[in-house]
């Protein structure tokens, strides 16, 4: 979905969030799309590291950035895309997020 020039995903967007970062982050459409367009593997597959292995839920994450940047650019051919996975110690699992390139 698009709003105020940002665009979010559905299923991430919450209208009093999205004011409140609005708000925050001065209107920065980039930074705003990186906070409320990031997810975590872990939540969407209820997984827990015993029973699915992290090594699978990067492997998902590397296809699901290959996804959504077709989706992306086939919704929003004039826009650029910056899709990434990122795992480090200070993400709770791997995490995928999008926001719009500088």
Known sequence: MSLRGCVLLKERYDERNFEAWWTELNGDRAAIEEVVNHLHLWDVFDAREEQVPEE??????????????????????DRSFRVELSNDESDYGPTLSVSARS
């Open 56 to 77: 699978a839920l990067n492997s998902i994450g590397e296809v699901l950035v290959r996804t959504w940047r077709c989706a992306l650019s086939e919704q929003f051919p």
